[in-house]
Each structure stands twice: as C-alpha cells, then as structure tokens.
DNA sequence: ATTCTTACA
DNA sequence: TGTAAGCA
C-alpha cells in the first residue's frame, strides 16, 4: 500500500488542471505557494507540477480559508502536524527502553548502566 | 498555447 | 487578489 502513496504524490498535473480541478486562480495557487502552503515541483524549465495530495491539500486549504482560518493559522496547523509526524520515531525507541527496563525488574536482574554493549 | 515573474491606473 | 507586460 506504499505504492499508491507514491502515485499519490506524483507531480505530474499543470497548473492550468489544477486551476480546473480546485476552482482557484492560478495567481491563488501561486500565492499559497508563496506562502508554503503547498511546494509544487518543477519542471527543467521552470513550470509547476502537482501531484493528487497537492489537489488535496488545495482544495483543504480552500475550506479553511472558507472556515475564516488566515493564511498563518493554517500555517500553523499544517506545522504542527509535520513535527508530530517526525516525533513517533521517538516514542518507539523509549517505548522499547521502558520495556526493557521493566521487563529487566520484573526479571530480578540487576544492571549496571555504565557497561559498554548496553 | 501555456506558464513564469514582476509590478501596479 | 486581479491584471498587464515581456519572456521562455
């Protein structure tokens, strides 16, 4: 299923569908891009490409706007689901360092934590 | 024909 | 945000 999220997110849509598809001024979408809201690639020569998730995100961004959201708040929201993205790495390895931790009590064993190997 | 950047009666 | 100008 890591397949479709690769097609997903393939940039491959010009900026004259998008505009079709979203309803949105081609100088919109290139404001929200301004303003990171969306980070389309490119082309050698210079031209936008979309993919589906940016579709998405557009047509997202456009409720929020609809929603009386500012242009920062929705930087905002779009900021804080990135880092809560990157952080359940983190939680896994202390996940696993508290289950080891307990399994070793509960096993009675003593560890010194200053051992090289651990 | 389309898209891009820059600028503003 | 709209729109015009001059490029690519």
Do not use: C, W
């Not at 609809?66 to 929705?74: F, L, N, P, T």
């Not at 990135?82 to 080891?100: G, I, V, Y």
């Amino acid at each position: 299923m890591a397949e479709k999220e690769l097609r997903r997110n393939l940039a491959v849509l010009p900026i004259g569908t998008i505009r079709e598809l979203t309803d949105l001024t081609d100088r919109q979408i290139r404001y929200y891009e301004e303003q990171h809201l969306i980070m389309p690639q490119r082309t050698a020569s210079n031209r936008r490409m979309f993919s589906l998730n940016d579709v998405d995100r557009l047509l997202e961004i456009k409720d929020y706007l609809d929603a009386g959201d500012s242009i920062a708040d929705i930087q905002a929201i779009y900021s804080k689901k990135a880092a809560k993205q990157r952080e359940p790495d983190l939680s896994a390895h202390e996940m696993r360092q508290a289950l080891a931790s307990e399994f070793i009590n509960l096993a009675g064993f003593s560890v010194n934590k200053k051992r090289k190997g651990y």
